[in-house]
């Protein structure tokens, strides 16, 4: 099963990895490890809505169960 099959219409949250810096106007800014996504209305696609560090507090803030997370391994 794909994943999006898997999550057509529900939110999920997946891991990116490590979080990762980059670097804009000489500033160096750090991206988050998780990202949500959420699905387009009308569509089979998601999108990201918010990446961030604290996967417990994007879960709670977003309503998204431990089922729903998918961590690279």
């Given at each position: 099963?794909?994943?999006?099959?898997?999550?057509?219409?529900?939110?999920?949250?997946?891991?990116?990895?490590?979080?990762?810096?980059?670097?804009?106007k000489?500033?160096?800014?750090?991206?988050?490890?998780?990202?949500?996504?959420?699905?387009?209305?009308?569509?089979?696609?998601?999108?990201?809505?918010?990446?961030?560090?604290?996967?417990?507090?994007?879960?709670?803030?977003?309503?998204?169960?431990?089922?729903?997370?998918?961590?690279?391994?």
């Open positions: 099963m794909k994943l999006e099959e898997l999550f057509l219409g529900k939110p999920f949250i997946s891991d990116l990895g490590e979080a990762q810096t980059i670097t804009e000489e500033q160096e800014i750090v991206v988050g490890q998780y990202a949500v996504w959420v699905p387009v209305r009308g569509t089979k696609r998601h999108q990201i809505v918010e990446v961030g560090d604290d996967l417990g507090s994007l879960m709670s803030k977003y309503n998204i169960s431990e089922e729903s997370v998918c961590v690279l391994v």
